[in-house]
Every structure is written in C-alpha cells, then in structure tokens.
C-alpha cells in the first residue's frame, strides 16, 4: 500500500458524512500515528448535485463502477445500507482484493459468510465493528483481545430504542404508546419503528456477535425473535415489584459445543448488571469461565459513534499485514445451532384465571406433571378475573412449554399466558 491511501465511499448520508468530517479533522493525527494519508478518492450518492460538506464535487458519481473497477482503490467503506445491490457489489470488491469496511447489520448478519469467504479468496479484509453498537468496540474486544477467552455467553441490550421504551415505563408508569410516542420526538426512534420495536435489530446484532464470539456461522435466520411491542405495562410493573427489572435483551450461549441465540424481553434481577443500563445506552456481557465477566456499556449509536467506528475500522485495516491472523479471514469452528427448547431457564409465568376453589392447586398439578417448579407465586384480585404471577425455578424451557400448552387447555385459564425469560440470579442454582 502506498503513502497515499484511496478510500471509495459507497454512500455519503448520515454516517458517510460523519466519516467525510472525521477524516478531514484527524487527517494530521492518521498521518503521524500511521504514516498513511487517506484520501477519498471517488463517493457514490444517488444525487451528485446535492451540497456534500467538506467533499469536492468532483468525487461524486452516481456510477458505482467509479469505484468497483477502479483498481486504484484500496479500502471502501460502505455506509449505504441495504443488502441489495451491496451484497453483489461487496463480494465483487472483496474478492478482487479490496478490503471492505462496512456499517450494515442487516448485510452482515444475512450474508457474513459469503463475504467472508470472498474476502479469503481475495486476499482482503471485511471489519464491520460500526454495525453493532458501533459506540462500544466489543467486535474488536471479541475478534483480538478475548480471541482465546473460549467465550461462553453473550447476553447484550443492543437496541437503544426499545432501552429507553422500557427505562420509561418503569420509570413512569407510562404505557408503551406512549413511550414509544416520547422516543420518537426525542429522535430515539425512528418514524417507522417496526425493526427496532420488533426485536429484528437486535436480532441482527445478535447474529454477528454470536457469530466471532463462538468462531461459527450464525445467520439472522437463526435467531427466534420476540419484540416488546405485545408487553404489557402491567408484566413491566409486577417484574419490577418482584425485584425485576425488564429489558429486550438478546442472549447467546455455547453450550455441549452448540450455539442458542434469541432476543425477546427478559427479566434481569435489580442487582444484575444489566438491570443498571438505562435509557437509550447499549451494554454487552461477556462470560467466560477464564475471564468471568466483562461488560461493556455505553450511548446507543447515533451517526458520530457509527462513523468514529468506521474510521477505527480503516486504521485496522492500515494496521493489519497480509497473512496476519487479524488480517486473514475469521476462524471458523462449525459449530451446530442448539435444537429448538434445548435452552434452560427460570422463567416468569402470568396467568389471568377464575379464581374458582382449588384453581391454583391444578396449575400447581400441571406444571409439577411437566417437571417445572415454582419458586414463587403472586395472586392479584379475585373472582372472575384474578391474576396468578409466578416465577418458575429454572429448567428446560422444552418442559415449560409442554406445561403451557395443557394451561391453555384449562377452563379456568382465560386469555393467553405470558411467559418471559428470567436471567442471572433470578434463576435457582442448578
Ligand atoms: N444513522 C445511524 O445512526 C446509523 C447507526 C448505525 C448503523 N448505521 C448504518 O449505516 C449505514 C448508513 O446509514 P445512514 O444513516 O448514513 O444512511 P443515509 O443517511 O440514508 O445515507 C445513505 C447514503 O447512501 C446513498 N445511497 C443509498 N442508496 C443508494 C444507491 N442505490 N446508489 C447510490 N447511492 C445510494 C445515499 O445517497 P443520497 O445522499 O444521494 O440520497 C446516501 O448518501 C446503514 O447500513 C445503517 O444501517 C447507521
């Protein structure tokens, strides 16, 4: 690589000017720390016309062949978004041997294992540390520093927005609605809120940390989703009164050499770190039996973080020699994903029912023919329409839902049941 370094830009919006602006302001600090000058050689948009600040007007093209066949090119940075057409266009690039810095979680967590492939093939690289929680640099902390830590969970709040949902209702008593409503005119949420609210995002986030925390190939597809957009204020309110605190959280465990991850809300006790992280910030929780825990906290991404991780991304690339074991493609241990059920827990079991004599000794009866036991158990109001909450010692979630289904079946059960995951010192000792 030359002194001067050519940067292409597939896409110049939020983040892409972030980049354009940080690189411009810490163009004496790279030069002296790295001995590179990076310029941005060429920038795809889709209107040329519009006011780029701080870009010459003449690196502006609407042409992405401006930049896929120009072999002057060394690193692009794709902060477009969308896995069509930067998919085909990444693994061209790739595989041609230019090395890629991206921000895009959706294209990662679909297409990670092609694009890591062609980047083996081309002999380039692929970092990616601006696409989950771009403002904490735990892909960096799992790909370098804990590489050999045999990491055995992740457990993260990797969705700012549904953070700060959850922080307000329990804060405030306020509904979900109307949560939501105050985190879109705050800008915590998007107009459209569904992928962050629907537990996708996370979904996302999950599959690209499972996947360098446990050395395997672990797809959005493989990662059961639940949002918080069917909670109810009364479950976030009754888990708090317990000593609970709810959040969206997504979860990854190696366990007997197979992987489980999931996102849905969870219940983490008032003392478990996790509990602690409030409004819109993210927090990522490693476990390991050589480095116990490590948690790392901080703002959830806006445009600056994600574009202050994608120029961290390129001076890795500057920073990482052919044949390097940071430069060559990430390990992988072909790991199984864990069989649907498999996954033990203590959970949290609301049930509304008609408070008829001898009700609550049947559910009892039901749950202890399942193997599932009760560690606790709350009864609100009566008659018709009382509510038993419990929380559930921990077992096999296969035993739970087996449980479930004969619940529903009974007369006395109205309505659906809700079942929520309980975490850390919640869960009885197993
Ligand atoms: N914004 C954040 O806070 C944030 C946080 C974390 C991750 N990210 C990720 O970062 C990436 C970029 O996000 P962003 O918020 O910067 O997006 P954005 O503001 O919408 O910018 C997208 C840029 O790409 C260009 N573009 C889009 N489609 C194109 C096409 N088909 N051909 C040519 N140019 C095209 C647009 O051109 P025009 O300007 O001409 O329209 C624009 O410059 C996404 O993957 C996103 O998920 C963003």
Redesign the pocket.
């Known amino acids: 690589m030359s002194d001067v370094v050519r940067i292409g830009m597939?896409?110049?919006?939020?983040?892409?000017q972030g980049v354009v602006r940080i690189l411009h302001e810490t163009a004496g600090t790279i030069e002296r720390a790295t001995g590179h000058r990076l310029e941005i050689s060429r920038v795809?948009?889709?209107?040329?016309q519009?006011d780029r600040p701080g870009l010459d007007p003449a690196v502006l093209t609407?042409d992405?062949e401006d930049i896929l066949g120009d072999d002057r090119i060394d690193i692009i940075i794709e902060?477009?978004?969308?896995v069509d057409?930067t998919h085909e266009w990444l693994v061209r690039a790739l595989g041609h041997g230019t090395s890629v810095v991206?921000?895009?979680?959706?294209?990662l967590a679909r297409f990670g294992p092609e694009l890591l492939a062609a980047a083996e093939e081309g002999g380039s690289e692929i970092r990616f540390e601006?696409?989950v929680c771009?403002a904490i640099p735990v892909i960096k902390v799992l790909r370098e520093s804990l590489l050999a830590a045999e990491i055995e969970s992740v457990m993260g709040i990797v969705n700012g927005t549904t953070n700060y949902i959850l922080s307000e209702m329990r804060r405030s008593g306020m509904t979900y609605a109307d949560a939501l409503a105050q985190a879109q005119d705050l800008g915590y949420a998007e107009a459209d809120p569904t992928e962050d609210v629907g537990g996708a995002d996370a979904a996302a986030k999950m599959a690209i940390l499972s996947s360098i925390a446990f050395h395997t190939r672990v797809l959005i597809d493989d990662v059961p989703y639940t949002g918080i957009d069917e909670l109810q204020s009364d479950d976030v309110d009754i888990a708090h009164e317990l000593g609970f605190v709810m959040k969206l959280l997504g979860i990854a465990r190696l366990a007997d050499g197979a992987v489980s991850v999931r996102v849905h809300p969870a219940l983490v006790p008032g003392d478990h770190p996790l509990a602690s992280v409030n409004g819109a910030d993210n927090a990522v929780l490693l476990e390991s039996s050589l480095v116990r825990q490590i948690m790392l906290e901080g703002p959830g991404?806006?445009?600056t973080?994600?574009a202050s991780a994608v120029v961290g991304d390129v001076l890795s690339v500057l920073g990482s020699r052919p044949g390097s074991f940071l430069g060559g493609a990430l390990a992988d241990a072909g790991r199984p994903m864990a069989a649907e059920g498999a996954l033990e827990s203590a959970f949290y079991l609301r049930l509304e029912v008609a408070d008829r004599p001898g009700v609550l000794a049947r559910i009892s009866a039901v749950l202890g023919e399942c193997g599932v036991s009760i560690l606790t158990v709350l009864q609100r109001g009566e008659g018709e329409s009382a509510r038993l909450v419990m929380i559930l010692h921990r077992g096999p979630e296969s035993q739970v839902q087996a449980a479930l289904v004969r619940l529903r079946d009974m007369p006395e059960v109205r309505d659906e049941p809700v079942l929520i995951t309980v975490v850390g010192s919640g869960e009885a000792p197993s």
């Open positions: 597939l896409g110049c919006g939020t983040v892409g795809l948009v889709r209107d040329a519009a609407t992405a902060v477009m978004g969308g057409p991206t921000a895009n979680k959706q294209l601006a696409s771009a991404a806006g445009g973080e994600t």
